[in-house]
Structures are given as structure tokens and as C-alpha cells.
């Protein structure tokens, strides 16, 4: 079970760290239409989600090594998986689906989160 959540948690702080150094590098004015004068404040705030995001891929990679001596902290990054895609189902039910790539990531996402978290319950 144990290597199962750390083959988990890897995958997760590998993802953590290309998403968050993608956004992080391209801004919120990347994903914008180029007609549209410069968004300071979100550009901002999209960076420092990318910052979070990326900064959750140190924790990942450490729990990926140290999964069978931190305990039940293991429950943490499942969760954050978990709300990650629950924060997507929010969007698509708040505003609707973005496409269905981005709905099999929000699918991905719960199943990986849950999965983390089921495992070190039977752990």
C-alpha cells in the first residue's frame, strides 16, 4: 500500500510542479484574448496560485519519499487533490464545462485525491 501512495503522491508533485511552473511562467494574460489591455490584479493572483501550486509539488515529492514516516499527514495532499477537482466540478457546474479534456482531468483529479486517501485508511 505504501508504494502504491508514494507511485500516487509522485505523480501528483509531478504535475504539481509542471502546472505550477507553467502558470507561473505564462501569467493570467497567456489564457486571455490579446485585445485585452493588461489585468494586473489577476495577473497577480493567478501567479500566486501558480506559487501555491507549485509550492504543493515540494510538498508532494516529499511525502512521496517519506509516505510510510509522516503518518497520517498523507491525508492532506489526498485532499488537495481531492479539492482540486472538486474546485473544477464547481466551475463547470457554476459556469459550465470548459471542454473534456479538462473534465477527465477533474475526473483524474477526485479518483487520485480519493484514492490516496482510501489507501492510507486501509494502510
Request: hydrophobic share 55%; net charge neutral.
Amino acid at each position: 500500500m505504501s508504494l502504491a501512495i508514494s507511485i500516487l503522491l509522485g505523480l501528483v508533485g509531478i504535475i504539481c510542479f509542471l502546472g505550477g511552473a507553467n502558470i507561473m511562467i505564462r501569467g493570467a494574460m497567456h489564457f486571455l484574448p490579446k485585445e485585452i489591455p493588461a489585468q494586473l490584479v489577476l495577473d497577480n493572483l493567478v501567479r500566486f496560485l501558480a506559487g501555491i501550486y507549485l509550492g504543493s509539488g515540494f510538498l508532494c515529492a516529499y511525502a512521496t519519499f517519506h509516505a510510510e514516516s509522516i503518518g497520517n499527514i498523507i491525508y492532506f495532499p489526498g485532499l488537495i487533490v481531492v479539492f482540486s477537482g472538486m474546485g473544477r466540478l464547481y466551475s463547470r457546474l457554476e459556469i459550465g464545462p470548459a471542454g473534456n479534456y479538462f473534465d477527465i482531468i477533474m475526473v483524474v483529479e477526485i479518483v487520485i485525491g480519493l484514492s490516496i486517501i482510501l489507501l492510507k485508511c486501509l494502510n
